[in-house]
């Protein structure tokens, strides 16, 4: 596929372009320069073409600064095509035309002018000063407004040789994607990004001892343990009494949609401080959404040895105790730094995915609910008339839907739903996945 890379200096308008030729919100938009940190990758919504949106290019000896524009350089060394964006209202400045020198300097790829913000023509600097960058003619656009994409299209395909019909097969690939994502949520400066990178085996996303560092929730199609996954890396959540910079705000909203997004979260706290209330009300949130969760106690080579059977069961106590909805929590202890443990993670995940997609017959389901009930039987209703359970099938995945057809009493108590949500789960290995129960009153007149 072919691969287009969005540069320039911070404050250009690279990540409203790269939402505009995606149709996405995906990369974080704010006036306040140097927001996007990592690199973010995406596919053109109307062009079966790759795009990445990089970091603004500064001069930093060290810091976010030096790693985000080293990233960004990679990109550009990496790329197809490139699109430089410059600022049409601002002008010509010293750092375009440092930055255009690297971008001849990294790539023979060929490269595109964009003269971004150019809406309102009054408000233009010189645009021939433009040509100064060595790239030709600047092609007059406007990100926010999605005016003047004419020519990335044309530029594009021709760098590409595409064909007349490029929407048709984004779309079909897009429908045939069966790739599992698994978003990696949790606290600031728990080790999200370096669990990212040891499962990638490569530095892809910035590591600092800092909160914060992540901010656009960034998409890494890739392949760990034999499957071909995407994982998807959040900004750090905290409780919204510490958050105090509408950047974060945006950031922390981004983390919440990809728990929708995602098909796993792999929510990432830190082993020597325990299971705080934040990551409580995290998982709550995945269980409401029908997505797996998995808990990854990570940083557990910084516990103690002796302590480690103590404290792993004081955490699963923990959490069972204050997170009610999952019948038994899939917690594993990892060491990001050192890859213990995250394979078996993995392998536990995707035992689970599959299990997750499976249908089962309404036969067995049946012969499960028949046991449970004459096992235990359904309590009176308010009205003191029995509860008859008929018949019970699978209505649903993610979550795991059951659908039970009941005469008589339609009030069951939620202590009874819980024991046949048990029983089934237990019957059918479930106990990791969210599963709801729903009632249908029979239509039998004679009940």
């Not at 990109?75 to 490139?82: E, L, M, R």
């Not at 499957?227 to 919440?256: F, N, P, Q």
């Not at 269980?287 to 480690?308: F, M, Q, S, T, Y």
Request: glycine share 6%.
């Amino acid at each position: 596929m072919t691969k287009i890379v969005i540069a320039g200096r911070p404050n250009t308008g690279k990540s409203t372009l790269f939402n505009g030729l995606t149709g996405t919100r995906d990369a974080l938009v704010h006036d306040r320069p140097g927001v996007t940190r990592d690199t973010l990758d995406g596919v053109m919504r109307d062009r079966p073409y790759h795009i990445t949106d990089t970091a603004g290019l500064e001069n930093a000896k060290s810091g976010i600064a030096l790693d985000s524009t080293n990233m960004a350089v990679a990109a550009i060394s990496a790329a197809d095509a490139v699109l430089f964006v410059v600022d049409g209202r601002v002008g010509l400045t010293n750092e375009d035309i440092e930055w255009a020198r690297l971008v001849r300097r990294k790539t023979r790829a060929p490269v595109l002018l964009l003269a971004n913000k150019s809406e309102s023509q009054k408000r233009m600097a010189d645009i021939h000063d433009f040509y100064k960058l060595g790239f030709g003619a600047p092609n007059m656009i406007s990100a926010e407004h999605k005016t003047g994409f004419d020519a990335i299209y044309d530029f594009i395909d021709r760098v590409a040789g595409a064909d007349a019909t490029p929407d048709e097969e984004a779309d079909a690939r897009t429908e045939n994607d069966t790739r599992l994502r698994i978003a990696v949520l949790g606290q600031p400066n728990v080790g999200k990004s370096t669990f990212i990178n040891r499962v990638l085996g490569e530095k892809r996303q910035i590591v600092q001892d800092a909160p914060g560092i992540t901010r656009d929730t960034v998409k890494i199609p890739t392949k760990f343990y034999g499957r071909d996954i995407v994982l998807m890396d959040t900004a750090g959540l905290r409780r919204k009494a510490g958050v105090h910079d509408d950047v974060e705000t945006l950031s922390a909203l981004k983390s919440l949609d990809a728990i929708d997004k995602a098909d796993v979260v792999i929510l990432v706290v830190d082993a020597t401080r325990g299971i705080e209330n934040q990551a409580l009300g995290i998982a709550a949130r995945v269980h409401d959404a029908g997505k797996i969760l998995c808990v990854a106690l990570n940083k557990w080579d910084l516990v103690a040895p002796e302590l480690r059977d103590a404290q792993l069961l004081k955490l699963k106590h923990q959490f069972s105790n204050s997170f009610h909805q999952i019948i038994k929590p899939m917690i594993l202890a990892i060491s990001a730094e050192k890859g213990t443990g995250v394979q078996n993670m993995f392998r536990r995940i995707y035992e689970q995915w599959d299990i997750s997609t499976a249908t089962v017959p309404t036969s067995l389901i049946n012969r499960i609910v028949e046991k449970l009930v004459a096992e235990r039987q359904p309590p009176m209703s308010r009205l003191k008339r029995p509860m008859k359970i008929k018949f019970a099938r699978q209505t649903g995945r993610h979550p795991m839907r059951i659908t039970i057809n009941v005469g008589g009493a339609s009030d069951i108590p939620e202590s009874y739903t819980r024991y046949l949500r048990r029983g089934i789960a237990n019957a059918l290995k479930w106990e990791h996945l969210p599963i709801v129960i729903e009632y249908e009153k029979s239509d039998n007149p004679f009940d």
